[in-house]
């Protein structure tokens, strides 16, 4: 069920904020743990405690950029936020969870083909062939794991139009890239309006942090013991 600003985020100071984002994370972190512990290892359960644990990294990342540049903030709501529509995809499309173990191999892949492409001629040739081996592993495991060949990572906007949040993504997404990147707004104009924006990240992040604990607790069946958010008895 997707949970609404008002359930979970009301407005406060910096002090409360930062307060707010910590206790979400180590409630990523205990039920991560709760998991481990109580319900049995499967491919799934890897990977929405791996989507979990990421969501509490950049939360944590949240919190130390509060007094920094706003890009920093930009960038982990705008992490939290993709977290989010993967898990919501995975959720909707079991059959997809093969394919998201695919892209990582074929993420390793593009990082080591350009760091191949940076090397300069004959030199570090030693280098160079552990490299081009690496990568042939990598490109071994998917066969023998019967994994989807993956040639480009599917793009959240892709993602977001199969779970229902496409006009979602068209308005945040347009927020995230002008204040992650540094575009002309950000570099000449952002504090016109950098208050408005800082609150917007901020709810954001802590919204989809909790939708997502709510998704992966009700597909793994932890309890509202575990599970409920901070403050409730």
């Known amino acids: ?49 791996n989507l979990l644990g990421a969501t509490a990294d950049y939360l944590e990342l949240a919190k130390s950029s509060l007094n920094s540049h706003i890009s920093s903030l930009a960038l982990s709501t705008r992490s939290v936020y993709e977290i989010n529509v993967r898990l919501r995809s995975l959720l909707e499309n079991p059959e997809s969870l093969n394919q998201w173990q695919s892209e990582a191999v074929t993420d390793k892949v ?22 081009k ?15 989807p060949t993956v ?10 139009k199969t779970v ?22 950000l570099v000449n104009d952002h504090s016109a309006s950098s208050i408005e924006n800082q609150k917007t990240l901020q709810i954001y992040a802590q919204l989809n942090a909790h939708d997502s604990i709510s998704r992966v607790c009700e597909k793994l069946g932890v309890p509202f013991e575990v599970s409920k958010p901070y403050g409730q008895d």
């Open 133 to 147: 081996q690496e990568i042939e592993r990598l490109k071994g495991l998917v066969d023998k794991y019967g994994l």
């Open 110 to 131: 593009q990082v080591l083909e350009g760091i191949l492409t940076l090397a300069n001629g004959d030199e570090k040739l030693a280098e160079q062939n552990i490299l």
């Open 151 to 160: 040639k480009q990572p599917t793009t959240t906007g892709n993602l977001a």
């Open 1 to 49: 069920m997707s949970k609404r600003l008002k359930d979970y985020v009301i407005e406060s100071n910096q002090a409360e904020v930062r307060k707010n984002l910590e206790k979400i994370t180590k409630k990523c972190r205990f039920i991560i743990r709760w998991i481990d512990t109580n319900v049995p290892r499967t491919g799934e359960r890897v990977i929405l405690c």
């Open 164 to 185: 229902g949040m496409e006009d979602e993504h068209a308005a945040m997404f347009k927020l995230y890239s002008k204040l992650v990147h540094p575009s002309s707004y």
